[in-house]
């Protein structure tokens, strides 16, 4: 047989989806997973959009434009104008989710051999794209111990050279939690124009700003316009992650006419999850105060139960609905395999039972090791992404099943 391609071979496998398939046997025997380890919120999506789709008038779900419907794209213009970003809807294109924004971008903007600068720990599929776009990424790594905050912009001036094409920043950020302050804007602001590189900005969770602060997106800045991309999703805004509509957003008329290259190639983006999106941004404002103030409970109840787990360390993460944890393990990979494969809990409260209706013998937790969010070799052993994402006394199970875990496998 042929060989595969090398992209194929060489493109890193998901930390978040690969320990799936013992995920899958651990639930097949009758284990209780507390899924920690995907941002796939339990919040039930507006009644509004559903009953969009309920109440499809079409007799042919017809393709639509490349570009995303208008309707939808007038409705996603009036929403970021409403948060202070005044764009119009050309400059908008709708995208299958955020990730092909993001891949969309990286093709349009990256020559094979060209460098990206990206903040690490990021998410991971950041690196697989930069790999399918032939592009060397550069990363700048954060530390758990300063918050996950930006090193100082000198560090970052200093990887830019002849071959450096855009900078890619997550705000707030996706897997720490972190977001950037006005000041630190200002100094990405600058270094956008001194250096003229693509500023790409992934703003998906822009929605979850617990910080207090004024958030500040990459459309506000002034004199990079023409520099900046937005990628946008509402998979988390909305807890619509399944119907696959993200955006990008740039004043850019000439990137706009060459991603539209890709976006013809791929046809439209789905239909039905356009029609989802449209009736879910308007008529939405009570939903999304709600949400807000869940995740911001979930936030504070499981990172102050995070921290009192004997040798376990998270920063308050200031957005989003995710945080990267320091373990007292030598290795998070093998102890998050582990707690598929080898360790099951069970005390006085019942678990419950499955789908099926048979009782789990057990409860164990899915963790996404959080090296596979790192391009630096050797970055985040000791690490695990966790995901705040489902319902309080479920982190509360949770929190239990971590810190017996840790405990037993630590006294092997």
Known sequence: MKSFSTRGETIPSSPIRKLAPMAAKAAAEGIKIYHLNIGQPDLPTPKKAIDAVRNIARETLEYSPSQGIASLREKMSGFYRR????????????????????????????????????????????????????????????????????????????????????????????????????????????????????????????????????????????????????????????????????????????????????????????????????????????????????????????????????????????????????LPVEDAEDFCKWCLTDFCYRDEVDPGVDAQGRPYRGETIMMAPAAGFYSTPGMGRNQARLAYVLKTEDLARALKVLAKALEEYNAR
Do not use: W
């Not at 977001?179 to 929605?207: C, G, H, W």
């Not at 740039?250 to 991603?259: D, G, S, Y």
């Open 83 to 326: 948060h202070g970003i005044d764009v119009n809807p050309d400059e908008i294109i709708v995208t299958t989710g955020g990730s092909e924004a993001v891949l969309f971008t990286f093709m349009a903007v990256l020559n094979p051999g060209d460098e990206v600068i990206i903040t690490e720990p990021a998410y991971a599929n950041y690196i697989s794209f930069s790999m399918l776009a032939g592009a060397v990424v550069k990363p700048v790594t954060t530390r758990i111990e300063d918050g996950f905050a930006l090193p100082p912009v000198e560090e970052i001036e200093k990887l830019i050279g002849p071959k450096t094409k855009a900078l890619l920043i997550c705000n707030p950020n996706n897997p720490t939690g972190y977001i950037y302050s006005p000041e630190e804007m200002e100094k990405i602001r600058q270094l956008t124009m001194r250096n003229d590189i693509f500023l790409i900005a992934d703003e998906v969770y822009s929605d979850f700003n617990f910080s207090g602060r004024e958030y500040v997106s990459a459309m506000h800045l002034k004199g990079i316009e023409q520099n900046v991309v937005m990628v946008d999703s509402m998979s988390k805004r909305y807890s619509e992650c399944g119907i696959r509509i993200g955006a990008i957003v740039t004043k850019n008329e000439r990137l706009r006419q060459i991603l539209m290259k890709f976006c013809q190639a791929r046809l439209s983006p789905p239909l039905l999850g356009q029609i989802v999106a449209e009736a879910s941004i308007e008529g939405t404002e009570d939903y999304a105060r709600e949400v807000f103030e869940e995740y911001r409970e979930r936030r504070d109840f499981f990172i102050r139960g995070l921290n009192a787990i004997p040798g376990v360390y998270s920063p308050q993460p200031q957005g989003a609905f995710y945080t990267i944890a320091s």
